[in-house]
T-cell receptor, first 111, second 116 residues
Framework: GENVEQHPSTLSVQEGDSAVIKCTYSDSASNYFPWYKQELGKRPQLIIDIRSNVGEKKDQRIAVTLNKTAKHFSLHITETQPEDSAVYFCAASPGANNLFFGTGTRLTVIP | GAVVSQHPSWVICKSGTSVKIECRSLDFQATTMFWYRQFPKQSLMLMATSNEGSKATYEQGVEKDKFLINHASLTLSTLTVTSAHPEDSSFYIC????????????FGPGTRLTVL
């Protein structure tokens, strides 16, 4: 099955700085890569996603890049704010719409 | 739109009993529903994929006789944890996929199961 690795596991940044989280995947058939934000005890919330036919996608302060050749994709958050503090998960879908999640990154934005 | 509910939101049961968790898509029909398990401070792990009217497909290492999944309609899937034990205590989350060109799955709020 698909194996998704995610780094770093924890990340602390000063408010206003940028945060970058990186993921790699193993299955070349994966074609959909969403990113989720999860607060404690809550459901994952989709923040941005990208399909394999696109290299980069941006939505306000959030961007995702995908390198299919290297099988890695990254989340970039600019101008971080305290409310960005949460656990972030990447995921990859190798087909049949199922998702395999990375191990998560706990982001702390220091005011 | 695209709301998914789960019931119950939390449940405490004794070891050896069975627990049923319901997942409903409230305002759309879900061609596929997924069940995930999340242990504290860990990631979501896909347990199984269910399609309406057919048997669920379980991921490697998930006991199909212990985690019974029924997807009786396009808006309802159930997960029954049979003969639950303390190690089954976890956060169970379902998601529903509407098909029709959508990429996104819509997640339920999760069910916290505690087995004493």
């Amino acid at each position: 099955g698909e194996n998704v690795e995610q780094h770093p596991s924890t990340l602390s940044v000063q408010e206003g700085d940028s945060a970058v989280i990186k993921c790699t995947y193993s299955d070349s058939a994966s074609n959909y890569f969403p990113w989720y934000k999860q607060e404690l005890g809550k459901r994952p919330q989709l923040i941005i996603d990208i399909r394999s036919n696109v290299g980069e996608k941006k939505d306000q302060r959030i961007a995702v890049t995908l390198n299919k050749t290297a099988k890695h994709f990254s989340l970039h958050i600019t101008e971080t704010q305290p409310e960005d503090s949460a656990v972030y998960f990447c995921a990859a879908s190798p087909g049949a719409n199922n998702l395999f999640f990375g191990t998560g990154t706990r982001l702390t934005v220091i005011p | 739109g695209a709301v998914v509910s789960q019931h119950p939101s939390w449940v405490i049961c004794k070891s050896g009993t069975s627990v049923k968790i319901e997942c409903r898509s409230l305002d759309f029909q879900a061609t596929t529903m997924f069940w995930y398990r999340q242990f504290p401070k860990q990631s979501l792990m896909l347990m199984a994929t269910s399609n309406e009217g057919s048997k669920a497909t379980y991921e490697q290492g998930v006991e199909k006789d212990k985690f019974l999944i029924n997807h009786a309609s396009l808006t309802l899937s159930t997960l029954t944890v049979t003969s639950a034990h303390p190690e089954d205590s976890s956060f169970y989350i379902c998601s529903a996929y509407p098909g029709g060109g959508y990429n996104e799955q819509f997640f339920g709020p999760g069910t916290r199961l505690t087995v004493l």
